[in-house]
């Protein structure tokens, strides 16, 4: 217990005393009691995502973990009450790394209130398909912006002294057939894409637990991949933590060990009695073995659990309600605002046209794992008190209605569910304003099938739009959507799944209270069919014969593995929609404002660091916040896509202020990848920097010669 002794001192002190026994303990979870209750020891875990047996006899706790993407998941197991933070996707919308950082920690404190000590949130695989049944987990589709904001967020959780988590280690970018899936990418692309995400969030952000993917890369389970775990993980990135597989993700004892698995999670199929012989038999080295259980009470160590236990205490939920508005009200992206139909005058406005999304009840969330329980019933369909079934709509009660009519007293609201469009489009014809409310809503476990709305949502749009030229749509979605309707309505606002507070957020940015500032941080293609993958890669399906010890989930899933190439290689997003010349509906960093931005004076000098210095004035009549991009195209011989971002700065400015704003650019991210030296490499030559307030919309650019 002496604190001036390093985490990795301190774990060797103890390892000195531990039994074989004890150190197998720590190399396993033991099961997860929300899917089999047959698994008494969790009786005495906190009843969240995994729980490690902890050595009371030397002073190592339990590791209690929960699920924790956009908030303390199953809270309602125990009878508990969680902030739903606006998703994941939306945090990237904010590009606001202080708020990263206050997401992560609100997510540790309720964490910690709640008993847990180790979070499984930090969910950082790239938007390489917008169809990704979890694209509202992550954090977008450009890797240094993910990593960015992931090792902000995991930053602010282990500033809670919890174990903070970031997965899942790597490609795990489709949820169709996610453990059979044989994701197949050239090394260099693999650094510079999705692997890049997860270089920033680990060397930044300090993770205690890296957890690997279900699928495979080039061959490998992600679990078992010693290139993934071993080379670029632990060797090249110098990660001192430990791995821990997805649950059910092992596939083996010697191969996993050997290849960095540290943690075997969630039950014990490989890594409990089974490692114990093994390790008796010699088949496992001794030293292997405490490599494994080093790294896991380091990190205990390093996080502090064991200096800092936690106490229950009890969520604050009013503190909640204020971190998941403001975070909101910075992610919303306003998309369209023709003839200043936004922001609306409560004083001027007699009626007001409300529909569509439940939107007189509730905001819905994201599904799976991740999902965050309501407080009291599922605001919108009555359903089993919590923990929630991982595959239902789950609807908050933050009322758009409400809120839209507590801004505007005066005026007449009138609610219509939008099933009946015709219906919907007669009550809109008569109102100043029509407000409808469309969702989209994604899960763990499935891909989306398409990119439209679904529920005949594009239609209830073009109707209310033909029939109220003032008509505003306002998207709850998790991935971008395509838009049949685009050119209708004269408003559009993605708010993406919006939080415990979401109605008053959406509100706010409605009637002006907040001028909107978010930024899209996955493209909104015009359609499927300019995908690199239009047609999303499914697993055959055909039953496989499986030899030697399998894990039960492996049986369960019972897939034959298939390929997915990824053959667009680092051109993710709109590196692909550059590099094809395809155009697209809304563009990755693209968002207005009720204010205007000007910039000029763009100057780059490279020295010790490579900065970027350039004036930005807001000539609007209101303060605001302009997220302004720095992208670099590097020299033709470096054989890159046109473009990729570099950098960013989120300035606030008054009406009228102008300010020189200076932005130091990370070599590394004007690097290439050199497979054959194993390092990031300058190249040298010309160097076009460009900077704007969207990945479409540069007006700055100047040459630097870097060498
Ligand atoms: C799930 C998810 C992972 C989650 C874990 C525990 O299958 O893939 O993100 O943390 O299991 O719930």
Known sequence: ???KLSPDERADLVMKDMTLDEKIQLLHGNGMPMFDPLTPVTAMSNRGGGYVIGIPRLGIPAIDMCD??????????NGRYSTALPADVALAASWDTAAAFDYGALIGRELRAQGYNMSLGGGVDLTRDPRNGRTFEYLGEDPVLAGTMAAKLIQGTESQHILGDIKHYAFNDQESGRGAADVHIGERAARESDLLAFEIGVEQGYPAGVMCAYNRVNGL??????????????????FPGFVLSDWGGTHSLEKASAAGLDHEEGGSFFYGERYKAAVQSGSIPMSELDEHVHRILRSMFAAGIIDYPQRRSVVDPFAGLVVARTIEEDAIVLLKNERGTLPLDARKIQSIAVIGAHSDVGMISGGGSAQVDPPGENAFVASAQAPTPPNVE?????????????????????????TDPAAAAAMAKRADVAIVFAYQWESEGKDLPNLSLPLHQDDLIAQVAAANPHTIVVLETGSPVTMPWVNAPAAILEAWYAGSDGANAVANVLFGTVNPSGKLPNTFPESE???????????????????????????????????????????????WYDAEKKSVLFPFGYGLSYSSYRYSDLTVTSGKTITATFTLANTGARAGAEIAEIYASLPAGAQEPPKRLVGWSKVRLNAGEQRTVTVEMDPKYLSIFDVQKDQWMLVPGDYTILVGGSSQDLPLRTVVHLR
């Not at 924790?68 to 998941?73: I, L, N, P, Q, T």
């Not at 499986?546 to 590196?575: C, H, I, Q, W």
Request: charged share 20%; hydrophobic share 35%.
């Open 394 to 418: 789950v609807w908050f009660p933050t009322s758009p209605l409400k809120a839209i009519q507590e801004r505007a007293p005066h005026a007449a609201v009138q609610y219509n569910s939008g």
């Open 529 to 575: 069919a300019d995908l690199p993958r239009p047609t999303l890669v499914k697993p055959p399906l055909a039953s496989v014969r499986f030899s030697g010890p399998v894990s039960p989930l492996e049986r369960a899933a019972g897939l034959p593995p298939f390929t997915v190439d990824y053959n667009e290689g680092v051109e993710v997003g709109y590196k």
């Open 68 to 77: 924790a993407a956009y908030g303390v998941r199953g809270s309602g197991t």
């Open 1 to 3: 217990m002496n604190t």
């Open 221 to 238: 389970f992600s679990c078992e991949n010693s290139y993934l775990l071993k080379e670029v993980l632990k060797h090249d990135w110098k």
